[in-house]
């Protein structure tokens, strides 16, 4: 194998490239990456580039020394337009790569609400350039509305709240985060927003930007209130990048569709957002946006293409974190679509607790607010070893 080629240099994609030099190949790497600088960290975007914490040199994944020693062919400020995966070439800027293997770790995109394309106040948080624009917005008595309450607007939410911004959030589920850690934990989190001086909304979808000048006066809700707001965060969830694979062959459906190794077909491989892939932990396709699984699908790639006639399927136990306001809020496991959730340590009204999820009579999932690591880990093995429900500890499991 003379040449991997990598496009996406995003964590899932530099991941790939480290791991294959650290696995002994030396042949040659191509590494293509849309955004002009070097790669860095995105969880910070909403949090400490937000806030002013930390400067965009502070958030790199690795210093310039560190990506020379890897002798990589860096194609920064590139995008891959196709690929030909007979031909196994790459069209980037006109050009052609030859690959003896493709690695696809383009990312997602963050959903736009219709109608707010080049009105000037409307932001997402996606990359760096993202964060500092709506960085410049942020002062006290400025008035930020963010549309949806998941991970990213949470967050948005959280740090400008502690800039003295005046939040509205605005939410089509009964609670935040409802989808991904249920009304249980997302009514406590709604409870914290409000303690924090956010005018929650939720229930009510936006309908449309509204306008002034080409700059963003707030948004008009479904049922015709409007919110008056400086600046607008669209925060309704992502698009895996997958525009540049039509025409190629490879299956796409919500992502590049992968087997349980993370390959799409013959020598393409799957890494990150944009990968949705056969987790046979879970009995399923998931495709998870979350900076620990692009590192840890870059390392479960790479060993696979070094070693075809020994691959291991790719059967992590998802992780992810977020930070709002005092909360640490950590989750272990696939928890959409759960059935039961049950508070196993500490207790909701004092905003310290770890809640286990089920799905028929398995553990599939754990979330913990502000508890200690070592009493997670337990919790991330019994999913790991698929622990019956049945069979954990009977009174600790009372739902609530």
């Given at each position: 194998?003379?040449?991997?080629?990598?496009?996406?240099?995003?964590?899932?994609?530099?991941?790939?490239?480290?791991?294959?030099?650290?696995?002994?190949?030396?042949?040659?790497?191509?590494?293509?990456?849309?955004?002009?600088?070097?790669?860095?960290?995105?969880?910070?975007?909403?949090?400490?580039?937000?806030?002013?914490?930390?400067?965009?040199?502070?958030?790199?994944?690795?210093?310039?020394?560190?990506?020379?020693?890897?002798?990589?062919?860096?194609?920064?400020?590139?995008?891959?337009?196709?690929?030909?995966?007979?031909?196994?070439?790459?069209?980037?800027?006109?050009?052609?790569?030859?690959?003896?293997?493709?690695?696809?770790?383009?990312?997602?995109?963050?959903?736009?609400?219709?109608?707010?394309?080049?009105?000037?106040?409307?932001?997402?948080?996606?990359?760096l350039e993202d964060a500092l624009a709506l960085k410049?917005?942020?002062?006290?008595?400025?008035?930020?509305?963010?549309?949806?309450?998941?991970?990213?607007?949470?967050?948005?939410?959280?740090?400008?709240?502690?800039?003295?911004?005046?939040?509205?959030?605005?939410?089509?589920?009964?609670?935040?985060?409802?989808?991904?850690?249920?009304?249980?934990?997302?009514?406590?989190?709604?409870?914290?927003?409000?303690?924090?001086?956010?005018?929650?909304?939720?229930?009510?979808?936006?309908?449309?930007?509204?306008?002034?000048?080409?700059?963003?006066?707030?948004?008009?809700?479904?049922?015709?209130?409007?919110?008056?707001?400086?600046?607008?965060?669209?925060?309704?969830?992502?698009?895996?990048?997958?525009?540049?694979?039509?025409?190629?062959?490879?299956?796409?459906?919500?992502?590049?569709?992968?087997?349980?190794?993370?390959?799409?077909?013959?020598?393409?491989?799957?890494?990150?957002?944009?990968?949705?892939?056969?987790?046979?932990?879970?009995?399923?396709?998931?495709?998870?946006?979350?900076?620990?699984?692009?590192?840890?699908?870059?390392?479960?790639?790479?060993?696979?293409?070094?070693?075809?006639?020994?691959?291991?399927?790719?059967?992590?136990?998802?992780?992810?974190?977020?930070?709002?306001?005092?909360?640490?809020?950590?989750?272990?496991?696939?928890?959409?679509?759960?059935?039961?959730?049950?508070?196993?340590?500490?207790?909701?009204?004092?905003?310290?607790?770890?809640?286990?999820?089920?799905?028929?009579?398995?553990?599939?999932?754990?979330?913990?607010?502000?508890?200690?690591?070592?009493?997670?880990?337990?919790?991330?093995?019994?999913?790991?070893?698929?622990?019956?429900?049945?069979?954990?500890?009977?009174?600790?499991?009372?739902?609530?």
């Open positions: 194998m003379k040449r991997v080629v990598v496009v996406g240099a995003s964590a899932g994609g530099l991941a790939t490239a480290e791991a294959l030099r650290g696995l002994g190949y030396g042949g040659g790497i191509t590494l293509i990456g849309s955004e002009s600088c070097l790669p860095y960290d995105r969880p910070p975007l909403s949090k400490q580039i937000l806030a002013g914490e930390l400067e965009p040199n502070q958030i790199l994944l690795r210093r310039p020394e560190d990506l020379d020693a890897l002798d990589l062919d860096l194609r920064l400020g590139e995008t891959a337009e196709a690929a030909d995966t007979i031909a196994r070439k790459v069209v980037v800027g006109g050009g052609l790569i030859e690959y003896d293997a493709l690695v696809v770790a383009t990312g997602a995109r963050p959903r736009r609400l219709p109608g707010s394309e080049g009105v000037r106040g409307v932001h997402h948080l996606r990359t410049a917005h942020l002062a006290p008595g400025r008035r930020l509305i963010v549309v949806g309450a998941g991970f990213i607007g949470a967050e948005a939410a959280s740090t400008a709240r502690g800039l003295g911004v005046e939040v509205t959030m605005i939410e089509p589920g009964p609670v935040p985060l409802a989808g991904a850690l249920g009304p249980l934990v997302g009514r406590m989190l709604a409870d914290v927003h409000r303690d924090h001086g956010v005018a929650l909304r939720t229930g009510t979808a936006v309908d449309s930007v509204l306008s002034g000048g080409g700059r963003a006066t707030g948004v008009r809700l479904a049922d015709g209130t409007e919110v008056n707001g400086d600046a607008v965060v669209v925060g309704i969830g992502a698009r895996p990048n997958t525009e540049w694979l039509r025409g190629s062959g490879l299956p796409l459906s919500d992502g590049l569709v992968c087997d349980e190794y993370c390959r799409a077909a013959p020598s393409v491989y799957g890494v990150g957002d944009v990968a949705r892939w056969h987790n046979a932990l879970f009995g399923g396709l998931m495709r998870v946006e979350h900076r620990t699984n692009a590192a840890e699908a870059g390392l479960a790639v790479a060993r696979n293409l070094l070693r075809p006639a020994e691959p291991r399927p790719f059967t992590p136990v998802p992780y992810f974190w977020s930070d709002q306001y005092d909360l640490k809020i950590q989750a272990y496991g696939h928890l959409r679509g759960h059935e039961e959730v049950a508070i196993v340590d500490g207790g909701l009204d004092r905003r310290r607790f770890i809640a286990a999820y089920r799905k028929e009579d398995r553990l599939v999932g754990v979330v913990a607010v502000n508890s200690r690591p070592k009493e997670l880990r337990t919790w991330r093995a019994a999913i790991a070893d698929r622990r019956p429900w049945s069979t954990l500890a009977g009174d600790a499991l009372a739902p609530v």
